[in-house]
């Protein structure tokens, strides 16, 4: 589908994790949902500024309302151990960041096996 162009993504990228949690909780100026709409995957790297990309996932999904949301994370340099751990922890893939520059076929599957809620998979070589 997503090679068809039959699935439309719309984008928000936050600056902070602050940020992007307000967004998902739908706090302050992301109150109104019709402008600011629940996402249905969150590509997240595994190292953030100040905090990793599986602690900010265990944050999404200890809230009620966000527990569902599917949450990618990305890596340059992950190891298996990486990638089985946020698999383990509910990641729904785990990407290698190197992949998209060598063929970013596999990443585009596995976004697309994300959205339909297929079962989890790692997108490394």
Not at 76 to 97: M, N, R, S, Y
């Amino acid at each position: 589908a997503l090679e068809k162009g039959t699935i439309r993504f719309r984008i928000f990228g936050a600056e902070d994790l602050g940020v992007a949690l307000a967004y998902l909780l739908g706090e302050a100026e992301f109150s109104d949902r019709s402008l600011y709409p629940t996402p249905e995957l969150i590509m997240c790297d595994i190292h953030l500024p100040g905090r990793s990309g599986m602690d900010f996932m265990d944050s999404i999904h200890s809230h009620v309302t966000l527990k569902e949301l599917r949450v990618a994370l990305m890596s340059g340099l992950p190891t298996q151990e990486k990638l089985e751990l946020a698999l383990q922890k509910g990641a729904c893939a785990c990407i290698d960041k190197g992949d998209l520059v060598r063929d970013p076929k596999p990443f585009l599957r596995a976004v697309e096996e994300c959205l339909q809620n297929t079962s989890a998979l790692c997108v490394s070589e």
